[in-house]
């Protein structure tokens, strides 16, 4: 196979697999034009924050502030944040539901949920959403050139009614989360069923996906710089590694093989799923497989504990806890802290990725969300809103933005025009009166 510089190169594997590799600036120079693609990444935690762990201290102002104690893991990163207070969601208002349904099926299409049968934490009745996500409106706009037009991955999701669902393709569509890591990376990197039983056929057939790659870099190396030829190398060895930790990788003899375990879809095993999950949104979104991904952390019902922190409380009831309950705020912050640290190291691997004279963090937008604003208020005003990454320079970051009383279909419109989706309004009209304009650089 010869390979000719084109927007994105993609090598043609063995049983079908498609790998993509990274988008070479040498390449791009070639093309003309902007070279770096614009990505979107979601970021969901349930049940909010309580308002003194996440806020800065009072006095701060928009360029002189401290990030809340549970947002201080992201302190490398203050001057690539947007911290947003004064943000309602008032879009749910409408239609049916309890809070954590509402926050579910609102947080993302801006809209308030269908009449159905969903029993809410409160006996309350609704059906799904009715309207389509943020991340798939802009996945519909940058997804039309990678293989994957979006990629939802899950962490102990643990259900299938509204509360458990943030992506909606249409009114009453939503995507399921792929919650097994072996699964997400078949989908990526194998076989393009993405079920178990097809993986592990195909894997009998197949070498490793990385190996038919190896064989073709002596070719690709010869039509790119040094500076990308150490690039591609060190994107090879993120799939490779992977691979191997995933335990999918076949052997040269592919006679009675130990079919590949999936992970353990259990609270022991919470962390170790939370960073596959991560990198394979890392990689997919290295290689070029797909320009928009979700990362959801547990749903609006997440009757969880936390052995990894040694905090075995019920998540949800832990989140409601009132005022005066010190241990429980406490070991609820621990648990926010957390996830924190897990956005972190996601915004840590996108800003080691070299592109241009930026990285990929530049070039990418991370919205952390949440279904409340608070657990024991279930409120929907003061939502807690993070933006981190500079999307190509749309972004005005490095600051701590207080609004006097916005909506959240407002936001929802903001990064739906920065990555050049036309329209005026996005979800329900009533609660969007035009983009958050301080917002953009």
């Not at 979601?42 to 308002?51: K, Q, R």
């Not at 040094?226 to 691979?243: F, G, N, S, T």
Request: aromatic share 6%; hydrophobic share 35%.
């Amino acid at each position: 196979m010869s390979f000719r510089p084109t927007r994105r190169t993609v090598l043609r594997g063995a049983a079908g697999t498609l790998v993509s590799l990274p988008l070479l600036a040498s390449r791009a120079r070639a093309q003309g034009g902007a070279p770096w693609p614009l990505r979107f990444v979601v970021f969901f935690t349930p049940n909010g924050t309580n308002p003194e762990t996440w806020w800065p201290p009072e006095g701060s102002t928009e360029r002189d502030w401290i990030p809340g104690r549970v947002l201080r893991p992201l302190t490398p990163f203050q001057q690539r944040l947007i911290l947003m207070r004064g943000v309602d969601m008032r879009s749910p208002e409408k239609g049916p539901g309890e809070p954590h349904q509402k926050g579910m099926g609102s947080v993302l299409t801006g809209t308030h949920l269908q009449a159905g049968n969903f029993v809410g934490g409160d006996g309350t009745l609704a059906g799904w959403g009715n309207g389509v996500s943020l991340d798939q409106v802009i996945a519909r706009h940058v997804g039309r050139d990678t293989r994957l037009a979006s990629l939802e991955l899950g962490v102990r999701v643990t259900g299938s009614e509204v509360r458990h669902r943030l992506n909606y393709t249409a009114p009453a569509n939503p995507l399921q989360p792929i919650e097994q890591p072996s699964i997400a990376f078949a989908r990526l990197f194998g076989a393009t069923t993405g079920v178990q039983e097809t993986l592990r056929r195909v894997q009998l057939q197949r070498r490793s996906v990385l190996d038919t790659v190896y064989r073709q870099f002596g070719e690709v190396r010869k039509q790119v710089s040094a500076a990308d030829r150490q690039k591609l190398d060190a994107h090879a060895a993120l799939v490779r590694d992977l691979e191997r930790r995933l335990r999918i990788e076949t052997p040269a003899a592919c006679e009675r093989p130990d079919p590949p375990g999936p992970e353990a879809l259990t609270e022991d095993n919470m962390a170790r799923l939370v960073r596959l999950q991560t990198d394979l949104a890392l990689v997919a979104l290295a290689c070029d497989q797909t320009r928009v991904v979700t990362l959801q952390m547990s749903s609006g019902a997440n009757n969880i504990r936390f052995p990894h922190l040694d905090s075995y409380q019920d998540d949800h009831q832990l989140s409601h806890a009132g005022p005066n309950d010190v241990v429980a705020k406490e070991e609820w912050a621990r648990r926010q802290t957390w996830y924190a640290e897990q956005l972190a190291y996601l915004l840590e691997r996108l800003d080691a990725i070299e592109e241009g004279d930026g990285t990929m963090l530049d070039h990418t937008v991370v919205l952390w969300c949440s279904d409340l604003a608070q657990g024991n208020t279930h409120s929907h005003d003061d939502m807690r809103f993070l933006l981190a990454g500079g999307l190509g320079g749309r972004l005005n970051t490095g600051r701590y933005v207080q609004f006097d009383r916005a909506y959240h279909n407002e936001l929802l419109l903001t990064l739906a025009q920065a990555f050049g989706v036309p329209g005026d309004t996005f979800g329900d009209p009533d609660y969007c009166r035009g983009p958050l304009d301080t917002l953009r650089a």
